[in-house]
């Protein structure tokens, strides 16, 4: 199940890869510059905040980011281009790099 939910993944990923910040991030982004606001509190996954010129510091992430993925034991970050290679490649779930947990 772990290898059909990465499958998933990178398929949703493919279906949204050209995506790009709207209106509504701008508006956001401009909002936080002019210190009218402090942060962006979202359940959006997508780094479509950051992309918009959000400060990565001022955003708040209800629900993580898609973007990366981190192992549940040591919680070493994982880029998705690598997880990605052994998905595809290997045909395996990933484990982690550095201590062989569940990515």
């Not at 629900?63 to 990366?68: D, K, Q, R, S, W």
């Not at 290997?90 to 062989?100: L, Q, S």
Request: net charge positive; charged share 20%; proline share 4%.
């Amino acid at each position: 199940m772990r290898l059909e939910a990465w499958r998933r993944k990178f398929a949703m990923d493919d279906l949204y890869a050209g995506a790009k910040p709207g209106r509504g991030h701008g508006a956001l982004a401009r909002l936080i510059a002019s210190g009218k606001m402090s942060h962006v509190i979202t359940q959006n996954i997508d780094g479509l905040h950051q992309a918009s010129g959000v400060p990565p510091e001022r955003i708040i992430e209800l629900h993580g980011n898609g973007t990366y993925a981190l192992c549940l034991d040591c919680g070493a970050r994982h880029e998705l281009v690598a997880l990605r290679r052994v998905v595809e490649g290997a045909g395996r779930a990933p484990a982690c790099h550095a201590c062989g947990g569940i990515v």
